[in-house]
């Protein structure tokens, strides 16, 4: 088992710790709807992090820490482990030039993903730039297809706005 830096649960269920570094690192997953064809209402849950309380979008200079990557994994994991049939989002957006590379490092992070759990990926063109989308959901859902369906057609729709 990898090193993980102890966190805290705050509050609001988002998970914190601090990196040897000394920088401060939120994992939040905050609660969204995604309606299907048949009508029905599905809840996700969008993966959110912050560095040091901001999203910046400038390109990361400090040194590479695995710790960072095992810890975080360990909380998405472990969502998974307490909360089997919800699903998990997760978007790079490329305001800044940068969303491809994230999306590199997410997909390697994502090999420390448990084996129960599955990563479908998407990439729409949005405002001159591309939206990379990923969705993770238990393999043995029994609603998986139709939220896959509603998944593609929510960044379809994105899309053709």
């Not at 975080?72 to 994991?77: D, H, K, L, R, T």
């Not at 699903?87 to 490092?105: A, H, N, P, T």
């Amino acid at each position: 088992m990898s090193l993980l830096y102890s966190f805290d649960v705050t509050e609001d269920g988002s998970y914190s710790f601090i990196s040897e570094q000394n920088h401060h690192y939120l994992i939040y997953f905050s609660e969204s709807t995604l309606p299907d064809s048949d009508g029905n209402i599905h809840i996700v849950y969008n993966l959110g992090f912050s560095r040091d309380g901001d999203h910046s979008s400038t390109p990361f200079s400090f040194k590479y820490d695995r710790i960072i990557r095992a810890t975080i994994m360990s909380i998405v994991n472990d969502f998974f482990n307490k909360n089997d049939h919800r699903v998990l989002i997760y978007f790079c957006f490329g305001d800044e030039g940068y969303s491809r590379q994230r999306k590199i490092v997410f997909n390697q992070w994502c090999g420390d993903l448990d084996l129960s759990v599955e990563k479908h990926d998407n990439v729409i063109p949005y405002e001159n730039t591309f939206v990379y989308g990923s969705l993770m959901i238990v393999r043995d859902n029994p609603l998986k297809q139709l939220i896959l369906t509603s998944f593609n057609k929510f960044l379809e729709d994105i899309y053709n706005k």
